[in-house]
């Protein structure tokens, strides 16, 4: 049997005190041998700050920088260092240093901290400003971007940046491969947006290049090349195979892109001022099977309750069309919420591997992750995001891998009728293109959010349940029992099936059943379907954690399955379907009803949120096993293990196990303790 949890926390524990003092008694070789056996069990942000220490203290100053680049990547709130690496750029580059020293001070965890860290940033913005040698121009302009860091908005801003300013028509990424530009989409006279419009209007977005001059394309295959002017009153003169057409300076407007259908072979475009060229989208010398790939998301559409109220009563449009596919009876969120879940479905990985998970501070979790996209773009795919998720916008990472992107905060309007509509027009507008669509219906939010904006809902609901009961959360995972929502729930889910029953006609007039792959999914359930008792026990209860995965198309067996299956899994079965290899570092697996190797034996969801508890649940065919610290998570992330509790509930008689199946407690607390370990904070007061 392996080390018991709470045997293995206080042998950690003892062991990283014991480095912390050998280190500040300068006993170094004592140290490192510590440091290394730490290391067999953690990666936690003490570890990077112990190994650099040692680095440091031995002299080895480009080796610490480097360690500590790697644990900012790993642990990026972490205010010792962010700390630390601003003290090392002191020496090397000075004006770097700023920005690390304006990271320790937006994450200190106190005054103190915060003090300390704006001290460091006065005394060296001082040191720049009075040295004859510093550009003091330069100076002044990272002081200022120093400050826009502590008062950044997050991704949700988007079409706005993390200041505030419109990002339409400005260059994104230029020089590399995701250089990217976003304009107006459909928005007639409105040439851009700020704060106070910017839900209020689509953008659109494309790969491709910033151009001026004369731009030569070869294409191998007729192609959609998507245009957008920078400025007004551009003249473009486009040459296909020697053949000109001349557009005047008033002909292209350039508050939107313009998608020019051109033959094969040489193109030439001259303009007389900057313009946005795509990535040309040709069409498909081989069709593949399937040519149409579509993953449509529902917020919080929760299975349980699909399984209650019946699926052929609440959503006989997508019962219609996934009866003869795949639908899951037994898919569980890997997440409570939907920024770490949905990034866990884009990446196959667990939320405390992919580390999106903070509510409010920036992480480019796409840096360290491959995405969905990617993967069937790499395949030919020409892969498209219609969304108006507002935490799975271009600015949270989502560029990454899609060609094109739709959005719209759904806030500002954009319901499922519209996302639907605007898919539809996209499959027939890219008919002839092997396509990625993927779809985000965010529709249901607006009940938990004691929202009452569709015609439908409030045409057939009773006035009973009109009344607005009070009952929000301070998050819609934390709202309570509410029987009125419950009803509005009801009604808005058949309201998305009368829409989506548009869409999978669509699809079945135009497409056999080898020319696709749908994918429904969710990416959690609801809170508030359960009773007091329920959410009192812990908020990952079913209603919360099961969520519904449909799919159809090529190679989909015809299966109602109970099977065990995580939201981590979507990725490797969609790979799996279209023929691309599954990657061995995800955690998600190939499900045996997909040809997979074996069942899962559990599954597990995680609530990692600062300022809560952090708890997950398992759920195997007998037990609900459920695990929760005693302190709340930190605003770095940090979990702090010294003080847990477990219980494990038999599914069929609600009896505490907890005792009696010993071994699979342990079992369990295992693999909570591997997921969270590289988390971990120790409570140094106490030592």
């Known amino acids: 049997m392996k080390q018991e949890v709470k045997s293995l926390i206080g042998y950690l524990k003892t062991l990283n005190r014991k480095i912390e003092e050998l280190l500040n008694s300068s006993c170094l070789e004592e140290a490192k041998e510590m440091i290394d056996e730490y290391a067999k069990y953690l990666r936690d942000a003490d570890y990077y700050s112990f190994l650099a220490s040692y680095k440091l203290q031995i002299g080895e100053f480009n080796d610490a920088l480097q360690i500590l680049i790697e644990g900012i990547g790993k642990h990026p709130f972490h205010y010792e260092m962010n700390y630390n690496l601003g003290i090392i750029y002191e020496t090397k580059e000075a004006i770097k240093s700023l920005e690390y020293y304006t990271y320790a001070c937006k994450y200190a965890r106190g005054q103190e901290e915060k003090d300390r860290a704006l001290d460091n940033i006065q005394r060296v913005s001082g040191m720049l400003l009075t040295n004859s040698k510093t550009n003091n121009e330069q100076v002044y302009s990272e002081i200022k971007r120093c400050r826009s860091i502590l008062n950044e908005n ?309 006035l009973r349940y009109r009344i607005d009961t009070k009952n929000k959360g301070e998050t819609s995972v934390l709202t309570k029992y509410d029987e009125n929502k419950i009803i509005k729930y009801y009604q808005e889910i058949k309201r998305v099936d009368v829409f989506l029953g548009t869409l999978f006609d669509y699809i079945s007039n135009k497409y056999t059943n080898d020319e696709i792959l749908v994918v429904l999914h969710s990416d959690h359930g609801q809170t508030f379907l359960e009773n007091e ?75 990692l949120h600062p300022n809560q508890s952090y708890k997950a649940a398992i759920s195997d065919d007998l037990h609900l096993f459920y695990f929760e610290t005693k302190d709340s998570v930190g605003d770095d992330l940090s979990i702090n293990v010294e003080n847990f509790t477990v219980v494990l509930i038999n599914k069929e008689t609600q009896n505490d196990d907890t005792i009696l199946y010993a071994e699979k407690v342990n079992q369990y607390e295992q693999v909570v303790f591997e997921l969270i370990k590289d988390f971990i904070r120790w409570n140094k007061e106490a030592n």
């Open 154 to 462: 997050d991704g949700r801003a988007f079409p706005l940046d993390q200041n505030g300013k419109s990002l339409v028509r400005n260059i994104l990424h230029a020089g590399t491969d995701e250089e990217l530009m976003v304009n107006m989409y459909k928005s007639f006279k409105v040439a851009d947006v700020d704060n106070s419009t910017a839900i209020y209007f689509k953008t659109e977005l494309f790969k491709g290049k910033n151009n001026k001059g004369e731009i030569d394309l070869n294409l191998k295959n007729p192609a959609i090349v998507p245009i957008s002017l920078i400025e007004p009153f551009t003249k473009v003169d486009i040459t296909v195979n020697n053949e000109k057409f001349q557009f005047e300076e008033e002909h292209f407007v350039y508050n939107r892109y313009h998608y020019l259908k051109l033959d094969k072979g040489n193109v030439k475009i001259k303009t007389n001022k900057n313009i946005f060229v795509g990535n040309p989208i040709e069409v498909a010398e081989q069709p593949e099977d399937p040519k149409l790939i579509l993953k449509i998301f529902i917020d919080g559409l929760a299975f349980k309750f699909l399984e209650q109220k019946g699926m052929d009563n609440l959503m006989p449009n997508t019962n219609k069309f996934f009866r003869d596919g795949f639908i899951s009876t037994n898919c569980y969120a890997t997440s409570e919420w939907t920024l770490p879940s949905k990034a866990s479905i884009n990446t196959g990985k667990y939320a405390t591997n992919h580390k999106l998970l903070h509510p409010t501070y920036n992480f480019a979790f796409e840096k360290f992750n491959e995405l969905l996209p990617g993967y069937l773009k790499k395949a030919g795919y020409f892969t498209t995001k219609i969304c108006t998720n507002w935490r799975t916008t271009p600015s949270f990472g989502y560029y990454k891998g899609f060609d094109r992107i739709v959005y719209q905060n759904f806030c500002g309007g954009m319901d499922c009728g519209e996302v639907i509509a605007e898919a539809i027009e996209h499959l027939e507008a890219f008919e002839k293109h092997n396509k990625y669509v993927s779809i985000s219906l965010m529709d249901l939010h607006n009940v938990p959010d004691e929202i009452e904006d569709t015609l439908y809902g409030q045409t057939n609901t009773d």
């Open 533 to 607: 008792k329920e959410q009192e026990s812990n908020i990952l209860h079913d209603s919360r954690r099961k969520i519904p995965l449909m799919i159809k198309g090529n190679n989909v067996p015809n299966l109602m399955s109970d099977e065990i299956i995580e939201a981590v899994d979507i990725l490797p079965i969609i790979l799996e379907l279209c023929g691309i290899e599954i990657p061995n570092h995800i955690d998600g697996k190939l499900p045996k009803s997909f040809g997979g190797e074996s069942n899962r034996q559990f599954a597990i969801t995680q609530v």
